[in-house]
């Protein structure tokens, strides 16, 4: 059974950095991808991006390109995201997701999403992250 379990969010300042943990366990295989999305009070859900856990190949949201950058280790079996320059409309709760369908994942994470649109195979209960002064 698959698990997934998010950690690290919390209060920070405009321009601050701050970095999230995604703990996933209960794969049999290393193919499937890993996923970060948000969503503030009373918008739709939107990717953040995503890292593809065959080749390590990440891929990112033309709103944080620059900023955030996913990274992996392996041997945790933990997957980070980690948030530079932070801007107030990061403000969210940030949720990990994985799913063998690795291709619909990558359009998903790097894309805002329409209701209904995508539904990921595991995700975790999400951690809230605040940019505010």
């Known amino acids: 059974q698959v698990h997934i379990v998010e950690s690290g969010g919390g209060l920070v300042q405009p321009g601050g950095s701050l970095r999230l943990s995604c703990a996933v366990s209960?794969?049999?295989?290393?193919?499937?991808?890993i996923g970060w999305f948000r969503q503030a009070p009373g918008n739709e859900r939107e990717g953040v991006g995503c890292?593809?856990?065959?080749?390590?190949?990440?891929y990112y949201a033309a709103a944080v390109k620059g900023r955030f950058t996913i990274s992996r280790d392996s041997d945790k079996n933990l997957v980070y995201l980690h948030m530079n320059n932070l801007k107030p409309e990061d403000t969210g709760v940030y949720y990990c997701?994985?799913?063998?369908?690795?291709?619909?994942?990558?359009?998903?994470?790097?894309?805002?999403?329409?209701?209904?649109?995508?539904?990921?195979?595991?995700r975790g209960q999400g951690t809230q992250v605040t940019v505010s002064s």
């Open positions: 997701v994985a799913d063998r369908g690795v291709n619909a994942l990558r359009v998903a994470a790097t894309s805002r999403l329409r209701p209904g649109q995508y539904e990921p195979s595991y």
């Open positions: 209960g794969f049999s295989s290393n193919k499937y991808g």
């Open positions: 890292l593809d856990n065959t080749d390590g190949q990440t």
